[in-house]
T-cell receptor, first 113, second 114 residues
Framework: DAKTTQPPSMDCAEGRAANLPCNHS???????VYWYRQIHSQGPQYIIHGLKNNETNEMASLIITEDRKSSTLILPHATLRDTAVYYC??????????????FGKGTSLLVTP | NAGVTQTPKFRVLKTGQSMTLLCAQD?????MYWYRQDPGMGLRLIHYSVGEGTTAKGEVPDGYNVSRLKKQNFLLGLESAAPSQTSVYFC?????????????FGPGTRLTVL
């Protein structure tokens, strides 16, 4: 799987948009970009994923650059409950590991009042 | 619809003891996974299964065994626990292995080996 690079930590004020960047400069054409988050002591929670186009769901938006070498996860109106570690994962389409997710260390997002 | 459940939630073992962690899913998913997470680290894949009766090794399989006798259950066994196996264990499942199918995770089992 393509390696991803994320900042180790970020802060965001409650009610503001949180923009979490991710670099994946070695991504291949058939690799999806996934975002998960992990709230303290809980299991990872799926947020969103995309291949080429920007995606939006009830939780967040995913913006993928045209060359696909980087992406940004946007939480439009961050709340205190969004404080978590956010993982950007690039997932190959025919992995030998059963398509398992390759978690790095992620970005620790702290939403402050 | 309970999603993915794990039993037990917490466990303390002595070195050399054995135990089995149970993962159950009620979403009729084909693929199931066991990950471990050490402090300050991301998750690492231990074993996975692509269907009932099948299992395969992941990134860190040593010291663990698994079984998938029923589609909804995936068991992780520690035959002789070691302190290095102190970790939080997460189970996950997905409808298929295709990369557009997200994985759903359980709440985790916190294991301490003394």
């Amino acid at each position: 799987d393509a390696k991803t690079t994320q900042p180790p930590s970020m802060d965001c004020a409650e009610g503001r948009a949180a923009n979490l960047p991710c670099n994946h400069s070695t991504i291949s054409g058939n690799e999806y970009v996934y975002w998960y988050r992990q709230i303290h002591s809980q299991g990872p929670q799926y947020i969103i994923h995309g291949l080429k186009n920007n995606e939006t769901n009830e939780m967040a938006s995913l913006i993928i650059t045209e060359d696909r070498k980087s992406s940004t996860l946007i939480l439009p109106h961050a709340t205190l409950r969004d404080t978590a570690v956010y993982y950007c994962i690039v997932r190959v389409s025919n992995s030998n590991s059963g398509y398992a997710l390759n978690f790095g260390k992620g970005t620790s997002l702290l939403v402050t009042p | 619809n309970a999603g993915v459940t794990q039993t037990p939630k917490f466990r303390v073992l002595k070195t050399g003891q054995s135990m089995t962690l149970l993962c159950a899913q009620d979403m009729n998913h084909e693929y199931m996974y066991w990950y471990r997470q050490d402090p300050g680290m991301g998750l690492r894949l231990i074993h996975y299964s692509v269907g009932e009766g099948t299992t395969a090794k992941g990134e860190v399989p040593d010291g663990y065994n698994v079984s998938r006798l029923k589609k909804q259950n995936f068991l992780l066994g520690l035959e002789s626990a070691a302190p290095s196996q102190t970790s939080v264990y997460f189970c996950a499942s997905s409808y298929t292995g295709e990369p557009y199918n997200e994985q759903f995770f359980g709440p985790g089992t916190r294991l301490t080996v003394l």
